[in-house]
């Protein structure tokens, strides 16, 4: 089972590009990685998933490298309601499902 | 707009009175889930419906317990409430397991406080 490490906290400005780092050093061949944004007192939100190299959407970016060992979310321009818990999940269905939320990373954003 | 509802939003129970969570989903997803999240931590996964299949977390207290009836509803039961059991839970959908198709849509969650 993969296991995902990222940093507990980060704080930014306002209008910066905010890069969170996971690292999955367990990967295994048909993880997939995923990002969920947490606000207080309300359940996850998707933000974005890929598997390899970079993907991109309306809201943020996720940049892979080669060996997947880690992962880049990328949040450009960040604003105040970006201030959230940030989590990154490495799992699939080999040898029976499994989905573990990492520790996660606080994200405070300044004025 | 498809989504997931969980009721009630807050429930307060008594320390061994049994209780019942409730979820339901229009988005018509294979997979329901049901996690655990206490104050400044993770969510923690504690068991998953693939259509009727059942997965139970090897580390799920046997004091939780769920039914799915049919696709759109899943319930989480807590049968004797410890104090140590008050924590927001969580309930959340996806179209699969697999990986491109697990995002998880997941509900405002349903805060259990046990006096």
């Known amino acids: 089972l993969a296991k995902t490490t990222q940093p507990i906290s980060m704080d930014s400005y306002e209008g910066q590009e905010v890069n969170i780092t996971c690292s999955h050093n367990n990967i295994a061949t048909n993880d997939y990685i995923t990002w969920y944004q947490q606000f207080p007192s309300q359940g996850p939100r998707f933000i974005i998933q890929g598997y390899k190299t970079k993907v991109t959407n309306e809201v943020a970016s996720l940049f892979i490298p080669a060996d997947r060992k880690s992962s880049t979310l990328s949040l450009p321009r960040v604003s105040l309601s970006d201030t959230a818990v940030y989590y990154c999940l490495v799992g699939d269905t080999t040898g029976g499902f499994k989905t573990i939320f990492g520790a996660g990373t606080r994200l405070f954003v300044k004025a | 707009d498809a989504m997931v509802i969980q009721n009630p939003r807050y429930q307060v129970t008594q320390f061994g009175k049994p209780v019942t969570l409730s979820c339901s989903q229009t988005?018509?997803?294979?997979?329901m889930y049901w996690y655990q999240q206490k104050s400044s931590q993770a969510p923690k996964l504690l068991f998953h419906?693939?259509?009727?299949?059942?997965?139970n977390e090897a580390d799920t207290p046997d004091n939780f317990q769920s039914r799915r009836p049919n696709t759109s509803f899943c319930f989480l039961d807590i049968r004797s409430p410890g104090l140590g059991d008050a924590a927001m839970y969580l309930c959340?959908?996806?179209?699969?397991?697999?990986?491109?198709?697990?995002?998880?849509?997941f509900g405002p969650g349903t805060r259990l406080t046990v006096l």
């Open positions: 419906y693939y259509d009727k299949d059942f997965n």
């Open positions: 959340a959908t996806s179209r699969d397991l697999a990986g491109g198709n697990n995002e998880q849509f």
């Open positions: 988005l018509n997803h294979n997979v």
